[in-house]
């Protein structure tokens, strides 16, 4: 799976990665020759004491670098911009997949989704520059090489015979790195969910003294992360240190065998200059390589992560028509069976405010998810109808112009108070401040109007004011189906009763439908109908005034 999104990244990459290889083939190979010239410039200018050959030495050495350093340079620049751009790449695609309308069923949560995002995919994207590090290894091995065999070949065969075995001896380490190094990302990932969720639920954990319990969980997954990073390091470091002691071996061995053809005569003292300076630098090279098996080993690991979230299966999968002109009936269920829902019929009319008592908070919860479009059709039973078309066969963006499931969880992001309302789709200030005014939640305006600023999560309001805020951006809307879950619970009850009142007369023209999964008294009455969902189906309806005197039951759940 991690080889399928490598290779396509190299290919969309390919402009510059082969600029860059050119360029840092051409700097290793300028750099294998410096040894060379410099034996080269003794065995005729220095050993000859000829100044114009030595001055010409120089001017050759002078340029010899010079196409070094620039080679270098414009060869990083290319292998980073592509590295960076499939890194930028990745980043927004696990962005838009996570953000995708149609869910995902990767089973990773926020904190790992954003581990993938954050680390995976630079982690990935490093295989590019592996590519390009190991392409100039190579040729800086085979212009040495091809040196050495000009000065003698048995030293030329021996380099071109011994590094290939001793690449192939450290390539056996490459599954455990990739297992390691993926399981340390793992670690990590779940370690940064972890954090996430409780930061985000910390002021919860101390208000029910939790915190210790909490702190002792992450630490408990903190020290899993640390042995899994502790074993992945153990195995680098093993390789490394393999790769340092062959080195030390093959360098020892050259420069020996080098030293005895020069006491031999059969090689110049330039040569053995050369001999010795190149296999000094041959060392960096087969060093490089064995970073490369590394660094390809993780970016494997990393890119299987990746493509576990681009090539999971979406957990909707939507329709492809468009929405179907409005109907007198918005919504019709019909025999609804999904979670503990065992049977619901529902119709919400064009312009109707319907007030929702679930007895059991998972019928609630099963309905809102129908509603909001986040179940694919295999998992429950019945028909869902918008606007008389079949859910499942319209488009996810259009089913849900139509239908907007406001949750009751609140989420408010980091910004001024108009970013936040706009985000619902309303676009001008009237509109933004005639939806607050509805939710009544004009004392958020005090400070700074519409510029307030939220910050993350909306921590700068009260609990109150958070669910009045996302109240107004779901009113702001304006979809031609709200609907609404427990949207006043931390609302005292006079301003409560104000946004009932408001609500519906908001609502009322141009008509829009309203459904409130709710307990409260105070939206209930506001209802013109209440339907009693229990035991997964409709079990009464009227009107709450009539619903209290009738049913004992529905009267001790929401009178309070």
């Given at each position: 799976?991690?080889?399928?999104?490598?290779?396509?990244?190299?290919?969309?990459?390919?402009?510059?990665?082969?600029?860059?290889v050119?360029f840092?083939?051409?700097?290793?190979?300028?750099?294998?020759?410096?040894?060379?010239?410099?034996?080269?410039?003794?065995?005729?200018?220095?050993?000859?004491?000829?100044?114009?050959?030595?001055?010409?030495?120089?001017?050759?050495?002078?340029?010899?670098?010079?196409?070094?350093?620039?080679?270098?340079?414009?060869?990083?620049?290319?292998?980073?911009?592509?590295?960076?751009?499939?890194?930028?790449?990745?980043?927004v695609?696990?962005?838009?997949?996570?953000?995708?309308?149609?869910?995902?069923?990767?089973?990773?949560?926020?904190?790992?989704?954003?581990?993938?995002?954050?680390?995976?995919?630079?982690?990935?994207?490093?295989?590019?520059?592996?590519v390009?590090?190991?392409?100039?290894?190579?040729?800086?091995?085979?212009?040495?090489?091809?040196?050495?065999?000009?000065?003698?070949?048995?030293?030329?065969?021996?380099?071109?015979?011994?590094?290939?075995?001793?690449?192939?001896?450290?390539?056996?380490?490459?599954?455990?790195?990739?297992?390691?190094?993926?399981?340390?990302q793992?670690?990590?990932?779940?370690?940064?969910?972890?954090?996430?969720?409780?930061?985000?639920?910390?002021?919860?954990?101390?208000?029910?003294?939790?915190?210790?319990?909490?702190?002792?969980?992450?630490?408990?997954?903190?020290?899993?992360?640390?042995?899994?990073?502790?074993?992945?390091?153990?195995?680098?470091?093993?390789?490394?240190?393999?790769?340092?002691?062959?080195?030390?071996?093959?360098?020892?061995?050259?420069?020996?065998?080098?030293?005895w053809?020069?006491?031999?005569?059969?090689?110049?003292?330039?040569?053995?200059?050369?001999?010795?300076?190149?296999?000094?630098?041959?060392?960096?090279?087969?060093?490089?390589?064995?970073?490369?098996?590394?660094?390809?080993?993780?970016?494997?690991?990393?890119a299987?992560?990746?493509?576990?979230?681009?090539?999971?299966?979406?957990?909707?999968?939507?329709?492809?028509?468009?929405?179907?002109?409005?109907?007198?009936?918005r919504?019709?269920?019909?025999?609804?069976r999904?979670?503990?829902?065992?049977?619901?019929?529902?119709?919400?009319?064009?312009?109707?405010?319907?007030?929702?008592?679930?007895?059991?908070?998972?019928?609630?919860?099963?309905?809102?998810?129908?509603?909001?479009?986040?179940?694919?059709?295999?998992?429950?039973?019945?028909?869902?109808?918008?606007?008389?078309?079949?859910?499942?066969?319209?488009?996810?963006t259009?089913?849900?112009?139509?239908?907007?499931?406001?949750?009751?969880?609140?989420?408010?992001?980091?910004?001024?108070?108009?970013?936040?309302?706009?985000?619902?789709?309303?676009?001008?200030?009237?509109?933004?401040?005639?939806?607050?005014?509805?939710?009544?939640?004009?004392?958020?305006?005090?400070?700074?109007g519409?510029?307030?600023?939220?910050?993350?999560?909306?921590?700068?309001?009260?609990?109150?004011?958070?669910?009045?805020?996302?109240?107004?951006?779901?009113?702001?809307?304006?979809?031609?189906?709200?609907?609404?879950?427990?949207?006043?619970?931390?609302?005292?009850?006079?301003?409560?009763?104000?946004?009932?009142?408001?609500?519906?007369?908001?609502?009322?023209?141009?008509?829009?439908?309203?459904?409130?999964?709710?307990?409260?008294?105070?939206?209930?009455?506001?209802?013109?109908?209440?339907?009693?969902?229990?035991?997964?189906?409709?079990?009464?309806?009227?009107?709450?005034?009539?619903?209290?005197?009738?049913?004992?039951?529905y009267?001790?759940?929401v009178?309070?």
């Amino acid at each position: 799976m991690g080889d399928g999104l490598l290779r396509p990244a190299l290919r969309r990459q390919r402009g510059r990665l082969t600029a860059g290889v050119a360029f840092l083939c051409l700097h290793q190979a300028a750099e294998a020759m410096v040894p060379v010239t410099i034996g080269v410039v003794i065995d005729r200018a220095v050993a000859t004491s000829d100044t114009g050959a030595l001055l010409l030495s120089l001017a050759g050495l002078v340029v010899l670098f010079t196409v070094l350093s620039l080679a270098w340079r414009f060869g990083a620049r290319f292998s980073t911009a592509a590295k960076e751009h499939e890194a930028h790449l990745a980043r927004v695609r696990i962005a838009e997949r996570a953000l995708d309308p149609c869910g995902q069923k990767s089973g990773l949560r926020d904190g790992e989704l954003l581990s993938v995002a954050a680390s995976d995919a630079d982690r990935s994207a490093r295989a590019i520059r592996t590519v390009g590090a190991a392409a100039a290894a190579c040729t800086a091995l085979l212009v040495s090489a091809a040196a050495l065999v000009m000065v003698d070949p048995g030293l030329g065969v021996g380099v071109l015979v011994g590094v290939p075995l001793v690449l192939m001896g450290l390539q056996r380490l490459a599954p455990l790195l990739t297992r390691r190094s993926e399981a340390q990302q793992a670690s990590l990932a779940e370690t940064s969910a972890l954090a996430v969720d409780l930061v985000a639920g910390l002021r919860v954990l101390r208000g029910i003294g939790a915190q210790h319990h909490a702190a002792g969980r992450f630490a408990a997954a903190s020290r899993g992360a640390l042995t899994d990073t502790l074993r992945a390091a153990t195995t680098k470091g093993l390789h490394l240190g393999l790769t340092s002691t062959v080195n030390g071996l093959l360098l020892a061995a050259v420069t020996g065998a080098a030293g005895w053809l020069a006491l031999n005569g059969r090689i110049t003292v330039g040569e053995l200059v050369a001999v010795v300076g190149l296999a000094q630098f041959i060392a960096e090279p087969v060093q490089t390589l064995g970073w490369c098996v590394q660094s390809l080993a993780t970016a494997r690991a990393s890119a299987r992560r990746v493509a576990r979230i681009l090539h999971t299966a979406p957990a909707v999968r939507p329709g492809t028509e468009s929405a179907p002109p409005p109907a007198g009936e918005r919504i019709v269920l019909s025999d609804l069976r999904y979670g503990t829902l065992t049977g619901l019929n529902l119709r919400i009319s064009a312009g109707e405010t319907v007030g929702i008592v679930a007895y059991d908070p998972r019928d609630a919860e099963a309905l809102l998810a129908v509603l909001a479009g986040t179940v694919p059709r295999e998992d429950y039973r019945g028909t869902v109808r918008i606007d008389g078309a079949p859910a499942e066969s319209l488009r996810l963006t259009q089913s849900r112009r139509v239908v907007l499931v406001e949750p009751h969880d609140v989420a408010l992001f980091e910004g001024t108070l108009r970013e936040n309302l706009a985000a619902g789709g309303a676009g001008d200030d009237g509109t933004l401040l005639a939806a607050i005014r509805v939710a009544a939640a004009e004392d958020v305006l005090h400070h700074n109007g519409l510029d307030q600023v939220l910050t993350e999560r909306g921590a700068n309001l009260s609990g109150g004011q958070r669910q009045r805020v996302a109240l107004a951006r779901a009113v702001a809307a304006a979809p031609p189906v709200l609907v609404l879950h427990e949207p006043t619970t931390a609302v005292d009850a006079v301003t409560e009763a104000l946004i009932a009142e408001r609500l519906t007369e908001a609502r009322r023209e141009p008509p829009q439908a309203t459904v409130m999964v709710t307990s409260s008294p105070a939206l209930l009455r506001a209802a013109g109908r209440v339907l009693v969902l229990d035991d997964g189906r409709i079990r009464a309806e009227g009107s709450h005034d009539d619903l209290v005197s009738a049913e004992p039951t529905y009267r001790e759940a929401v009178l309070r």
